[in-house]
């Protein structure tokens, strides 16, 4: 058992769930139960992810909830996709949630290979 807390990659997503909140918290009203609802809960289950399998007993059920959380990446990494394309994000802020998400995963990608390979 891990504690969460003390993993780079959870402090990082963390991070990028506040700032996904603090950029959504401007979207559009109509908006609030569809992408913004889909994207925070997308980003959120990144360290919840990583927080819950940290708490597992075993290494294979460790990697399967980092497994889970690389998913989320990716789907908040396509949101971040939409939300430019709506217009609902600048570029600058595009590009820099781009580059975290994109470090986020290939953190995760290393994390999932040592844990399997314990």
């Known amino acids: 058992m891990q504690n969460y807390k003390e993993l780079k990659v959870w402090e990082k997503s963390h991070l ?13 009203k109509e908006e609030i139960f569809g992408i913004t609802s889909q994207i925070r809960r997308s980003a ?19 990697a399967n909830f980092l497994n889970i959380s690389l998913g989320s990446a990716n ?11 709506l217009q609902y994000i600048s570029e ?11 470090t ?9 290979t040592k844990v399997r390979n314990k």
Not at 45 to 54: F, L, Q, R, T
Request: contains cysteine.
């Open 92 to 102: 600058t802020d595009f590009f820099e949630l781009e580059n975290t998400i994109n």
């Open 44 to 62: 959120a289950s990144i360290p919840a992810n990583i927080a819950e399998g940290c708490g597992k007993n075993s290494q294979l059920d460790m």
């Open 16 to 28: 990028l769930v506040l700032d996904i909140y603090r950029i959504t918290a401007k979207f559009p």
């Open 75 to 85: 789907e908040t990494d396509y949101f971040l996709l939409l939300c430019k394309d």
């Open 104 to 112: 986020i995963k290939a953190m995760l990608i290393n994390l999932i």
